[in-house]
């Protein structure tokens, strides 16, 4: 009986494990977009992909708190125009 409590428990702490992965990926997931606008102008190098950091390190890591929500909106927005033009052209 031991045995099988001690296995339920570790794979209890397994799933509490990732439980706690996950929530700190979602907290943190400013953070994650950030790099990704990084990585995009990293990877592109074009003049559409400029804005990307320019927004990141101009307003939103001066920001005291997380951007507020116009600030992803039109990020996201801008985001689907970049798509839109390169796959058109």
């Known amino acids: 009986m031991k045995r099988v409590q001690s296995y339920l428990a570790t794979r209890a702490d397994f799933w509490e494990l990732i439980a706690a992965i996950f929530e ?3 907290s943190n997931a400013k953070f994650l977009a950030f790099f990704f606008m990084v990585l995009s102008m990293c990877l592109e190098g074009s003049l559409l992909c400029l804005p990307y950091p320019l ?3 101009g307003y939103a890591l001066l920001e005291e708190q997380k951007p507020k929500r116009w600030f992803w909106d039109y990020v996201i927005i801008y985001a689907i125009f970049l798509i ?3 796959f058109t052209v």
């Open 24 to 26: 700190a990926v979602i």
């Open 55 to 57: 927004v990141i390190f």
């Open 84 to 86: 839109l033009i390169k």
